[in-house]
């Protein structure tokens, strides 16, 4: 086999996945804020709850309360909600141009004040943009499930 055969047999195998890679790299992206926002949350990490978050943030519960960014952030760092695990799954990432949609599966233990230790089991929706360069959470609703 000669040189320049063997050379354009390596090129199509490699183009083709880092073509691949660099197409995932906003759903990537996305998902790393997602896990970032997550961890954030059962922490009650404030300064980590506003970076991940947009200043008009509507935060939609399945009760039907929609909190805003400040409200959001001081029911978590405050202890008025509590999630001691939160477990996603079925997570899905569509993103067109500096928008994402990302929808998927919360399961949760919670322990919030007031309240006996309890689950949740949510459908969510949350829907993100690029902004100066970072992803954050514009909107988020959850669905309870059955």
């Not at 978590?76 to 949609?101: C, H, K, M, R, Y």
Request: include cysteine; aromatic fraction near 4%; hydrophobic fraction near 45%.
């Amino acid at each position: 086999m000669s040189k320049a055969v063997s050379f354009l047999m390596v090129c199509t195998m490699v183009v083709p996945n880092v073509a691949s890679a660099q197409s995932q790299e906003p759903e990537y992206e996305v998902a790393q804020a997602v896990k970032a926002l997550t961890q954030a949350m059962i922490e009650a990490d404030g300064p980590a709850l506003h970076r991940l978050t947009a200043d008009a943030l509507s935060y939609g519960h399945s009760s039907g309360n929609v909190e805003s960014k400040a409200e959001f952030v001081k029911t978590l760092v405050s202890g008025e909600s509590v999630f001691e695990d939160i477990q996603l799954t079925d997570q899905t990432v569509e993103v067109v141009g500096n928008t994402a949609i990302v929808r998927h599966v919360l399961s949760a233990r919670t322990n919030d004040r007031g309240k006996e230790p309890g689950t949740v089991k949510l459908s969510i929706l949350l829907v993100w943009v690029k902004d100066r360069g970072q992803w954050q959470l514009l909107a988020r609703q959850a669905v309870k499930i059955p």
